[in-house]
T-cell receptor, first 117, second 114 residues
Framework: GAGVSQSPSNKVTEKGKDVELRCDPI?????LYWYRQRLGQGLEFLIY????????KSGLPSDRFSAERTGESVSTLTIQRTQQEDSAVYLC???????????????FGQGTRLTVV | GNSVTQMEGPVTLSEEAFLTINCTYT??????LFWYVQYPGEGLQLLLK?????DKGSNKGFEATYRKETTSFHLEKGSVQVSDSAVYFC?????????????FGRGTQLTVWP
C-alpha cells in the first residue's frame, strides 16, 4: 500500500478482555516495529520483526503482550486480559532492510488508540 | 543505555517567531539522530536526520546540528508558521542495539498563532 496502515484506529475495551491490533506495512519493507505511547510519555519500543529472523521481543512489558508476523506481511499485536495501564496509542512502523543502513527512515502508521475501561 | 531528553512543552509562539526545541541524548555507541514530526491527525514522519558528529540536518526551514561534545541535537527554525503546529519528537538509533530501533524523547507540542 501507499503507507503503513493500522486498524482499528480507535478501540475501547473492558478490563480483562483481549484485544488484537493490526498493522499492514509498506510493501517490500522487511522490518516492522511496534511502539507504545502512553499519555505524556515518549514512544516505547515493544517488538521488532525482520524478515524470517526471530523477533526481538525485549520491549514487551509483560507476558500478556504478544505479536506475530508472517514473512514480510501483516503483523498483529495481541494484548490479553487488558488492564487500564495498557491504555495508550500503539504505533507500528516499517522500514526497508535496516541491515543495509541503520539510518533508513521509519514510516509510521497513524496508530491505534486503545482505551481500557 | 540509550535515552533521549527533550524540552517539555507545550511551546506557544506567534507566527514568524524563532523556535528552539532542545534535545540531548545518551548513547552507548555512535548514534544517528532524528527529528520526527506528528501533525494533527497524521502519523509520525521524518523531519530531518544527522548520522555523524557535526552533521547538520535540514528540511522545511528546520535545522539541527549533531553536537557530540554536548550530546545535543537541538531543533531550530528562524521563522515559524501556523502550519508548523505539531508535536516534535527527538530520537536516536544506535548501531549497537536492535537494528533500526528508535529511542524517542517525550515529544514537544508546538502551537503557532497567527
Amino acid at each position: 500500500g501507499a503507507g503503513v496502515s493500522q486498524s482499528p484506529s480507535n478501540k475501547v475495551t473492558e478490563k480483562g478482555k483481549d484485544v488484537e491490533l493490526r498493522c499492514d506495512p509498506i510493501s517490500g519493507h522487511t522490518a516492522l516495529y511496534w511502539y507504545r505511547q502512553r499519555l505524556g510519555q515518549g514512544l516505547e519500543f515493544l517488538i521488532y520483526f525482520q524478515g524470517n529472523s526471530a523477533p526481538d521481543k525485549s520491549g514487551l512489558p509483560s507476558d500478556r503482550f504478544s505479536a506475530e508476523r508472517t514473512g514480510e506481511s501483516v503483523s498483529t499485536l495481541t494484548i490479553q486480559r487488558t488492564q487500564q495501564e495498557d491504555s495508550a496509542v500503539y504505533l507500528c512502523a516499517s522500514t526497508p532492510d535496516p541491515g543495509r543502513s541503520m539510518n533508513t527512515e521509519a514510516f509510521f502508521g497513524q496508530g491505534t488508540r486503545l482505551t481500557v475501561v | 543505555g540509550n535515552s533521549v531528553t527533550q524540552m517539555e512543552g507545550p511551546v506557544t509562539l506567534s507566527e514568524e517567531a524563532f523556535l528552539t526545541i532542545n534535545c540531548t541524548y545518551t548513547a552507548t555507541g555512535y548514534p544517528s539522530l532524528f527529528w520526527y514530526v506528528q501533525y494533527p491527525g497524521e502519523g509520525l514522519q521524518l523531519l530531518l536526520k544527522a548520522t555523524k558528529a557535526d552533521d547538520k540536518g535540514s528540511n522545511k526551514g528546520f535545522e539541527a546540528t549533531y553536537r557530540k561534545e554536548t550530546t545535543s541535537f537541538h531543533l531550530e527554525k528562524g521563522s515559524v508558521q501556523v502550519s508548523d503546529s505539531a508535536v516534535y519528537f527527538c530520537a536516536l538509533s544506535d548501531r549497537g542495539s536492535t537494528l533500526g530501533r528508535l529511542y524517542f524523547g517525550r515529544g514537544t507540542q508546538l502551537t503557532v498563532w497567527p
